[in-house]
């Protein structure tokens, strides 16, 4: 049974965050992108179906259930968490490796769950062990973010878990399969849970408050993990729910508005997220099987790019100590490795042609196409064109171009994150030139061909459009020192007011009653030593003191004595 | 933005809107592929709205101080 549960990719890296702490320090960084590339290996290996059953209680419970669909989202997990382990090669934060580690583990055991509570399970290991990866920052405000993530989260597995109890008490089946478009009660919780994992507006908030204030190494695992295990979670669950058609759409407008507002370089890119999960979901929502692997494409690619760029402005926050639009610019000549990378992941999350954003955005656009869905093809477009402003024009731009008075103090970047970078380059050229190398992996079979005369036309003069626009409007974009209110403030503002109800009142409170207990108990102690001087205080006779309880042994004997004779007697009464 | 640049952008404004009217002349798979240079004309209303639309929406609600869960 040990020796079969090695087999699961995800305990593999379970076992490595274990393992991690043992190891001598200098052998870690290596180490831990060696238990990522054994489980690319088994998984890549792994044949279709229900691998490994475990009985517990009345339930057999699928650890490993592989097919299409999961394999594909399997070697994407196993291969960013090898390039984020390249990126946090320099890191000697053993917290921060393991529970990156874990939280890999837990993305690839969602993916590889064939039942309910198998998925839960992992599900929640991801919220605890990203958490970490926020709190690592170490500073006040990503405190409090940790603690706002993880408790957000914590709903979201709740949502699940009750959705996941009310199917199977409704006689719902144990193993994940498709759920018919009926909105019960138990499809309704899951289908919340699965969206607030999936960053859908308004349980998204928790991604934009959470990401730009993680560690530099970390945000780049938890954008390429969380959102994109929901999406796969999705796609198996709820393929064909006609709500998430527009859902997507909204979610892909919201979250661009959003990216053209932010002022943290890291926060743009945040809402980017939400933006591009738009795309996947309303994939979903169609549910063809061109639109499954065009919602799979995309995700796959995403989490290339998106990582990417995540690297990119990273490398920026390492070297500068800055992370705001507000405090940069002028950095062009002195990062130009750096902007080049960047640029190529941000030519990708914009759909040129000939980067892998172009093959899947396009595999979506055709889906849509075939389904008649005019007006959701038009909205996606314009949250294309804000895509390519915000994290193609904007942030380079304001960033890297802009120029600045005064000059910023850069520190060395190591070389592990060019070279992570690079690797995420590369794989963004290399399926944006050889499309079929992605699409022969993708759960169903497609001829689908991007690179058509329509597809380049279409791209070229919407990319080109939205540059002279940028161009002669950039500084009507906002790069002042300003925060966005967004959904968290229901969750935000309201938590002065509920702490001062919940928890500075009554922590006063207690505090005014703990003073008078004492100083009742202390006056009940000072009287105690010596009651007489109550009963019989000291008066002044003949202009000498008498003190009421400054009598003689003898008398003081004779007076215990009188006492005692009034207790033995009072005793014998009683008994 | 040196001249060269814009060149390159004219150069591909050009490439792509000659061969919509040439090549993809008789394309029709959606009501707007009969409007000249849609995209084109996408891409830029698209791109002022977004960025004049957002900067009203952030005038009017989104945007506030850096201290502002802090007061």
Request: charged letters at 10%; a neutral charge.
């Amino acid at each position: 049974m040990i020796v079969e549960l090695i087999s699961i990719p995800a305990i593999i890296l379970i076992l490595g965050a274990l393992v991690l702490p043992l190891l001598p320090e200098r052998v870690r960084s290596a180490a831990f992108i060696t238990f990522p590339l054994i489980a690319l290996g088994i998984l890549w290996n792994l044949p279709d179906g229900d691998l490994l059953q475990v009985s517990f209680a009345s339930y057999e419970l699928q650890l490993l259930s592989v097919d299409g669909l999961s394999r594909i989202f399997g070697i994407i997990f196993s291969l960013i968490t090898i390039i984020g382990g390249i990126y946090a090669f320099h890191i000697k934060d053993i917290g921060q490796q393991s529970s990156a580690l874990a939280y890999a583990g837990g993305a690839l055991g969602v993916t590889f769950a064939g039942d309910y509570f198998t998925l839960f399970i992992f599900w929640e290991l991801m919220a605890a062990a990203s958490s970490y990866l926020i709190w690592a920052r170490r500073t006040n405000e990503s405190d409090k973010a940790g603690m706002r993530y993880l408790l957000v989260h914590i709903l979201g597995g709740g949502l699940l878990f009750t959705g996941i109890l009310l199917h199977l008490n409704a006689g719902g089946s144990l193993y994940l399969e498709q759920l018919m478009p009926d909105y019960t009660l138990a499809n309704i919780f899951i289908l919340l849970g699965v969206a607030l994992n999936t960053a859908v507006p308004p349980l998204h908030a928790w991604l934009a408050d959470a990401y730009p204030k993680a560690t530099i190494t970390g945000a780049v695992f938890m954008c390429a993990l969380t959102t994109k295990s929901a999406v796969y979670v999705m796609i198996r669950l709820f393929p064909g729910w006609e709500v998430l058609i527009w859902v997507g759409v909204i979610m892909a407008i919201y979250g661009t508005i959003y990216a053209l507002l932010a002022n943290d370089i890291r926060e743009i890119l945040a809402y980017s997220i939400i933006s591009q999960i738009g795309y996947m979901v309303t994939a979903i929502g169609i549910g063809s099987e061109l639109a499954l692997n065009g919602a799979t494409a995309h995700a796959f690619n995403h989490i290339i790019y998106k990582s990417l760029l995540f690297m990119a402005a990273g490398a920026v926050i390492y070297s500068t100590g800055k992370s705001k639009l507000s405090e940069l610019g002028g950095l062009s000549k002195k990062m130009p490795l750096v902007l080049g990378l960047y640029l190529v992941g941000a030519l990708s999350i914009s759909g040129a042609p000939f980067l892998n954003g172009f093959i899947s955005k396009t595999m979506i656009s055709g889906a849509m196409g075939d389904a008649h869905l005019e007006w959701p093809i038009l909205l996606l477009l314009i949250a294309t064109i804000g895509t390519f402003i915000h994290s193609g024009l904007k942030l380079p731009y304001f960033t890297w171009f802009r120029e600045r008075t005064e000059d910023l103090e850069l520190k060395a970047i190591p070389v592990n994150m060019k070279v992570a970078m690079g690797v995420g380059a590369f794989f963004c050229i290399l399926f944006g030139v050889a499309p079929q190398l992605l699409y022969t992996q993708l759960p169903y079979p497609t001829d689908f061909q991007p690179f058509s005369v329509y597809n380049f036309v279409e791209m070229t003069q919407i990319l080109v459009l939205a540059f002279v626009a940028f161009w002669f409007l950039k500084d009507h974009l906002n790069t002042s020192s300003t925060i966005s209110s967004d959904t968290d403030w229901f969750y935000r503002k309201p938590a002065t007011i509920v702490e001062k109800i919940f928890v500075t009142f009554p922590n006063n409170l207690f505090g005014k009653a703990e003073q008078v207990v004492y100083a009742i108990a202390g006056g009940v102690s000072s009287v105690s030593k010596n009651p007489l001087k109550i009963l019989l205080p000291s008066f002044v006779a003949e202009g000498r003191e008498v003190k009421s309880d400054g009598f003689s042994a003898s008398i003081g004997a004779a007076l215990s004595f009188i006492l005692f004779g009034f207790i033995v007697a009072l005793l014998v009464i009683l008994l | 933005m040196k001249n060269w640049h814009w060149i390159i952008l004219g150069l591909l404004l050009i490439v792509s809107l000659v061969l919509e009217f040439t090549y993809l002349a008789d394309y029709d798979s959606h009501w707007w592929n009969s409007v000249p240079a849609f995209y084109a004309l996408w891409g830029g209303l698209g791109a002022i709205v977004l960025i004049f639309g957002s900067k009203i929406l952030g005038k009017i609600f989104i945007l506030s101080n850096e201290d502002y869960y802090d007061r």
